[in-house]
């Protein structure tokens, strides 16, 4: 029986190497764009978890994940106090389940607090959302508060972020803020914990548009850093039109005029560049270079 399969026109020689064509799932790449898809997608007011710590900026919703009930840092704009609140406390007013620890948004604007980046420093302000505007401070004693209109070294707070997602909070004393129990029962927020344990882990949410700012941030900040790309022609036109300009060479441009030398054909090469540079020192300052790299 004849075999109706379309052969290849491709020349193969004795001996070559057969490459396989490796065969793509249709959910391979699929996936991956998809994944950046749905986070480019994502509606700008959208809650996250911060990634990283210079994330951290804008509305800022900051709970603890206690037992049985999740707690949220709340302030009370009318006694301008700090409110530890249980997220659950409305749960036996319905019968409706309580949602996972990590799809809890916040409720009510004295849930959200405002986070600020110090200019040239990993630290940044807490302060209220609602109100005045008050800075989360804490004193030498590990005393946290809520009531100063001024920031200093005493409102600054360095985010740590842990490897399971979770946010510690150091102070300028570097203690860090936990949620302790008072005297009575009473809940309240101290700032003089010597090491991150439960009580000083908290789980922190932002806003995605804030997140993504971030990241843009970052990148433009990786582009000003960058060390420039030296781009031949162009300097050559630049500084070689007052007749003593200094050539420049990337490292693979030596390379390639020191491998033309080596087969012999260094005369084309040398011409081939003169003739991009169009410039009359070209050729000359070439030569030179390659005689001195040797």
């Given at each position: 029986?004849?075999?109706?399969?379309?052969?290849?026109?491709?020349?193969?020689?004795?001996?070559?190497?057969?490459?396989?064509?490796?065969?793509?799932?249709?959910?391979?790449?699929g996936?991956?764009?998809?994944?950046?898809?749905?986070?480019?997608?994502?509606?700008?007011?959208?809650?996250?978890?911060?990634?990283?710590?210079?994330?951290?900026?804008?509305?800022?919703?900051?709970?603890?994940?206690?037992?049985?009930?999740?707690?949220?840092?709340?302030?009370?704009?009318?006694?301008?106090?700090?409110?530890?609140?249980?997220?659950?406390?409305?749960?036996?007013?319905?019968?409706?389940?309580?949602?996972?620890?990590?799809?809890?948004?916040?409720?009510?604007?004295?849930?959200?607090?405002?986070?600020?980046?110090?200019?040239?420093s990993?630290?940044?302000?807490?302060?209220?959302?609602?109100?005045?505007?008050?800075?989360?401070?804490?004193?030498?004693?590990?005393?946290?508060?809520?009531?100063?209109?001024?920031?200093?070294?005493?409102?600054?707070?360095?985010?740590?972020?842990?490897?399971?997602?979770?946010?510690?909070?150091?102070?300028?004393y570097?203690?860090?803020?936990?949620?302790?129990?008072?005297?009575?029962?009473?809940?309240?927020?101290?700032?003089?914990?010597?090491?991150?344990?439960?009580?000083?882990?908290?789980?922190?949410?932002?806003?995605?548009?804030?997140?993504?700012?971030?990241?843009?941030?970052?990148?433009?900040?990786?582009?000003?850093?960058?060390s420039?790309?030296i781009?031949?022609?162009?300097?050559?036109?630049?500084?070689?039109?007052?007749?003593?300009?200094?050539?420049?060479?990337?490292?693979?441009?030596?390379?390639?005029l020191?491998?033309?030398?080596?087969?012999?054909?260094?005369?084309?090469?040398?011409?081939?560049r003169?003739?991009?540079l169009?410039?009359?020192?070209?050729?000359?300052?070439?030569?030179?270079i390659?005689?001195?790299?040797?």
């Amino acid at each position: 029986m004849p075999d109706d399969r379309t052969r290849s026109t491709k020349l193969k020689f004795k001996g070559e190497k057969h490459l396989k064509k490796r065969k793509r799932l249709d959910g391979d790449e699929g996936e991956r764009r998809g994944s950046k898809r749905r986070d480019e997608d994502k509606d700008p007011e959208m809650w996250v978890f911060p990634e990283q710590a210079n994330e951290l900026r804008g509305p800022t919703f900051i709970f603890h994940p206690s037992d049985p009930s999740p707690l949220s840092i709340n302030f009370n704009s009318t006694t301008n106090r700090i409110v530890i609140y249980y997220l659950d406390k409305s749960k036996n007013e319905d019968d409706s389940e309580p949602k996972p620890i990590m799809e809890r948004i916040p409720t009510d604007v004295a849930q959200v607090w405002v986070t600020t980046r110090v200019a040239g420093s990993p630290t940044i302000n807490i302060r209220t959302g609602t109100g005045e505007g008050k800075f989360l401070s804490c004193d030498k004693h590990g005393l946290v508060s809520a009531d100063r209109d001024a920031r200093g070294p005493q409102e600054e707070w360095t985010p740590v972020i842990m490897p399971d997602g979770m946010v510690a909070f150091m102070n300028i004393y570097e203690k860090y803020l936990s949620v302790d129990e008072a005297a009575g029962g009473t809940l309240q927020l101290r700032g003089d914990s010597d090491e991150v344990g439960f009580r000083e882990r908290f789980w922190v949410k932002i806003q995605n548009k804030y997140k993504k700012e971030a990241h843009e941030e970052e990148r433009k900040w990786k582009e000003v850093t960058a060390s420039p790309r030296i781009n031949e022609s162009s300097t050559n036109q630049l500084y070689q039109t007052w007749g003593a300009g200094k050539i420049v060479l990337s490292k693979d441009d030596k390379k390639e005029l020191k491998q033309a030398r080596k087969e012999g054909r260094l005369s084309e090469a040398l011409l081939d560049r003169r003739a991009k540079l169009k410039s009359p020192m070209s050729y000359v300052s070439l030569f030179c270079i390659i005689i001195q790299s040797n």
